[in-house]
């Protein structure tokens, strides 16, 4: 069992940055890949970003590519969401997710599907 809680959201302007951080508990944090995924009302969860186990590889959404950066320190049990230049279109709860199969598969780490266990999101609110 796996408990993530999310934290460093806020508001802020159009062009800010903003760190948001994820602390797991449990032992099995180093093996699990990890998700951060977005939803805004009305909308359906998005995927945003993802990170495998030893943190030696990730993957962003096109939307993100460039402004947002994934990383994780796996001795803190720690998975972070660097996020540069926000957009007023970046406003959503921000989630992190815990996936216990280590397979890194492009179509899996995507997908909310394959995510076990989640945290209760924390919100981003950027004002143009």
């Known amino acids: 069992q796996v408990q993530l809680v999310e934290s460093g959201g806020g508001l802020v302007q159009a062009g800010d940055s903003l760190r948001l951080s994820c602390a797991a508990s449990g032992r099995s944090f180093s093996s699990y890949n990890m998700g951060w995924f977005r939803q805004a009302p009305g909308k359906e969860r998005e995927f945003v970003a993802a990170i495998i186990w030893s943190g030696d590889r990730s993957y962003h959404a096109d939307s993100v590519k460039g402004r947002f950066t994934i990383s994780r320190d796996n001795a803190q049990n720690t998975v972070d969401l660097q996020m540069n230049n926000l957009k007023p279109e970046d406003t959503a709860v921000y989630y992190c997710?815990?996936?216990?199969?280590?397979?890194?598969?492009?179509?899996?780490?995507?997908?909310?599907?394959?995510?076990?266990?989640w945290g209760q999101g924390t919100q981003v609110t950027v004002s143009s």
């Open positions: 997710a815990a996936d216990r199969n280590p397979t890194w598969l492009i179509a899996l780490i995507s997908r909310p599907s394959s995510y076990d266990y």
